[in-house]
């Protein structure tokens, strides 16, 4: 049994809800920076992808939600599995 199969069959329900809320907010906040870099410089026409503020938050919480949501993948096909 490999360590995520372990993880998967402990979780309760009450920590997966817990994780489906970390992944939205990380999501949201992707989201608003995302969002946010676009909005910012509208009158200018530039965007603000490249600004070293924006690019690291953006890798970041993008790195973040990518992770969480491959997690969160592994995790729905084994408890179909489990079922």
């Given amino acids: ?13 009450k920590q997966l809800r817990s994780f489906q809320v970390l992944v939205q907010f990380v ?3 992707f989201l608003g920076v995302f969002l946010s870099a676009y909005l910012f410089s509208l ?5 603000l992808h490249g ?4 690019h690291e938050l953006l890798a970041l919480f993008g790195g973040l ?10 995790l729905s096909a084994m408890r179909k599995i489990e079922n």
């Fill in 1 to 13: 049994m490999s360590f995520i199969e372990a993880v998967g069959r402990k979780m309760k329900s």
């Fill in 27 to 29: 999501g949201a906040v």
């Fill in 43 to 47: 009158p200018a026409g530039g965007v």
């Fill in 51 to 54: 600004e070293l503020f924006f």
């Fill in 65 to 74: 939600f990518f992770i969480f949501v491959l997690i969160a993948l592994l």
